[in-house]
Nanobody, 124 residues
Framework: VQLQASGGGSVQSGDSLRLSCTAS????????VAWFRRAPGKEREAISC??????????FYADSVKGRFTLSRDNAKNSAFLQMRSLKPEDTAVYYC????????????????WGQGTQVTVSS
């Protein structure tokens, strides 16, 4: 059972990146998926989450990324993606994906798997 985050890198302010979160050993579609980030010297921040309620997907975004980041998932690829646009230096952080067997509203206490993290560095 593994959750692998990838796609990080070093970019310039205003650039875009697409992070991937790929599951092996379990079906990602059975879980809520969230992205977190931890910037140097700061607390971990939950930035986006997707869950499925009553047959449709619900998306949640932190104010810091709303309008710039888009979360999606492809169950056929057993993966979730975080499309990041208009990146800013303050987006510099290690980005992690995680899955929980709950809705996004109660994600934290119900996390069952974490990805290993991928570094995103945005220079001005």
């Amino acid at each position: 059972v593994q959750l692998q985050a990838s796609g990080g890198g070093s970019v310039q302010s205003g650039d875009s990146l697409r992070l991937s979160c790929t599951a092996s050993g379990f079906a990602l579609g059975d879980y809520a998926v969230a992205w977190f980030r931890r910037a140097p010297g700061k607390e971990r921040e939950a930035i986006s989450c997707i869950d499925d309620s009553d047959g449709y997907s619900q998306y949640f975004y932190a104010d810091s990324v709303k309008g710039r980041f888009t979360l999606s998932r492809d169950n056929a690829k057993n993966s979730a993606f975080l499309q990041m646009r208009s990146l800013k230096p303050e987006d510099t952080a290690v980005y992690y994906c995680a899955v929980a067997n709950s809705y996004c509203s109660s994600f934290g206490p119900n996390i069952v798997h974490w990805g290993q993290g991928t570094q995103v560095t945005v220079s001005s």
